[in-house]
């Protein structure tokens, strides 16, 4: 079965969607109407979910497409230390993607958005000439002056990050040779944004640069360091590693480094950092340094440089 109609479609999802304290008026009219909380600025973000390249229709079930195309997103918030307001979803769909399709993305994302009481407050809806498209716009808000920055980062600074790494690019390498089960790797299929945690250190003032790890360690590092005009040294026997599988085996420094989609935050503070944020382990992994070059130590305690070798759109991956 083909997806409804525009119109329709529409109406569907205008029946699901609930009204949140941030949007005034939402979906029906030309433009959503937000209201900003006073002595707050906004905070905009905007991303992607393409078929073949975020997923594939025979890899991941809808719900999970839904799930982590909202995630996306709020997780840019969390990054900033921001709270989500309002969503706005661009869908395009090919007249060969069922209906039962769609209402399985659906669900995924209108749960996410439950998880943070997180109102759908528009979008677009459009036929592609082929495969599924979707982008996500979060809005956000945050003190005037508190957004945590990707430019903050300062010499002698701690480099900090939560959670585990690797498990979403494990997930990936694991779907290109056989099946992967989602409950063996939950932070490729279910991936939570950090907003908790980004808040928790915004709020306190003990983030100075932060970013979320969408495209690798290796490359959301360099982000900061680039922003920041400064370099940083890492400890790979310090980087916290997922557990995958069903024998919960501990995933390779190199996918830790590299792998990207683990939605977990990477920050930098010269505070005293608690082990757990939020309910969710904090791990220091290395530190800022004046010398602008990203610097490996190895187990042995042999030094290298880091490369960077995250996920980047164009380059050939």
Not at 259 to 273: M, N, P, Q, R, V
Request: aromatic share 6%.
């Amino acid at each position: 079965m083909a997806p409804l109609g525009e119109k329709s479609l529409i109406e569907r999802i205008r029946r699901r969607v609930r009204a949140g304290s941030a949007v005034v008026n939402g979906i029906g009219d030309d433009s959503a109407v937000l209201r900003v909380p006073a002595g707050h600025e906004l905070l905009v973000t905007t991303d992607f979910t393409l078929e073949n390249v975020h997923f594939r229709r025979q890899w991941h079930p809808p719900e999970v497409v839904g799930w982590r195309c909202l995630t996306r997103g709020l997780s840019d918030i969390a990054a900033m230390g921001g709270e989500p307001r309002a969503a706005f979803l661009s869908l395009a769909l090919d007249g060969r993607t069922p209906q039962k399709w769609v209402n399985g993305f659906f669900d995924g994302l209108l749960e996410a958005a439950s998880e943070f009481g997180l109102p759908l407050a528009g979008g677009d809806t459009a036929q592609s000439a082929g495969g599924i498209q979707a982008d996500i716009v979060v809005v956000g808000s945050v003190p005037n002056g508190k957004a945590v920055l990707r430019s903050g980062a300062r010499t002698a600074d701690g480099v900090y990050v939560t959670g585990e790494l690797g498990g979403s690019a494990a997930a990936l390498a694991q779907l290109h040779t056989g099946k992967a089960r989602p409950a063996d790797y939950p932070r490729h299929f279910h991936p939570v944004a950090r907003i908790a945690v980004g808040q928790w250190l915004q709020r306190r003032g003990l983030a100075s640069g932060m970013i979320d790890i969408s495209d690798g360690l290796s490359t959301d590092l360099e982000h900061i360091c680039e922003e920041s005009g400064v370099g940083a040294e890492i400890a790979g026997a310090a980087i916290p590693r997922a557990r995958v599988g069903h024998r919960a085996q501990q995933v390779g420094l190199d996918l830790a480094l590299h792998g990207g989609e683990d939605y977990e935050l990477l920050f930098t503070s010269a505070k005293k950092i608690p082990a757990q944020v939020a309910g969710v382990p904090v791990t220091r992994i290395g530190r800022i340094t004046r010398k602008r070059r990203m610097v490996l130590t190895e187990d042995d305690g042999a030094r290298r440089t880091l490369e960077v070798r995250g996920w980047e759109h164009f380059k050939g991956n």
